[in-house]
Structures are given as C-alpha cells and as structure tokens.
C-alpha cells in the first residue's frame, strides 16, 4: 500500500553517494548514524545499491536502512 503510493510519484531521485549520480529515491539503500557530513543535514546518505551501503558502513560505520524504514523513523 504505501509503496504503491511512492511508485506513483515520478522523478524522486537521491544521488548516490558513492558515483554523485542519481538514483531513483525508491531503489536507494540509506546509511544514517555515520560520521560523513550528510547533503541539506538529513542525516541520510544515499546508495544506488545495498551492497555499497554495506561497504561503506562497513568502512566509516552507521547502519543501513530502506526508505521505508527511513520514513518511519
């Protein structure tokens, strides 16, 4: 129900953190909590894939999270 919502909503783009492209909002993997200043300070930065999220956490530290989990947050 609420993806169907976001699906509706065209042209929702983050960009990736890792490349500075941009990748459509609902298919980004987020790291908050890391030590990385975040762009406009939301405390989120975006990945285009979880397995870079992952990496980076990994590296610099932070948690992973869907935009789903994000929102609820």
Same mark, same amino acid.
């Given at each position: 129900?609420?993806?169907?919502?976001?699906?509706?909503?065209?042209?929702?783009?983050?960009?990736?953190?890792?490349?500075?492209?941009?990748?459509?909002?609902?298919? /980004?993997?987020?790291? #908050?909590?890391?030590?990385?200043?975040?762009? +406009?300070?939301?405390? =989120? &930065?975006?990945?285009?894939?979880?397995?870079? /999220?992952?990496?980076? #956490?990994?590296?610099?530290?932070?948690?992973? +999270?869907?935009?789903? =989990? &994000?929102?609820?947050?």
């Amino acid at each position: 129900a609420m993806w169907a919502l976001h699906s509706e909503v065209p042209g929702v783009w983050v960009e990736d953190h890792d490349s500075a492209t941009w990748v459509p909002l609902v298919e /980004a993997t987020f790291v #908050v909590d890391s030590s990385e200043a975040t762009p +406009m300070g939301y405390g =989120a &930065l975006s990945f285009a894939t979880e397995e870079a /999220a992952n990496r980076f #956490v990994e590296e610099r530290g932070g948690r992973t +999270m869907t935009l789903e =989990a &994000l929102l609820k947050d």
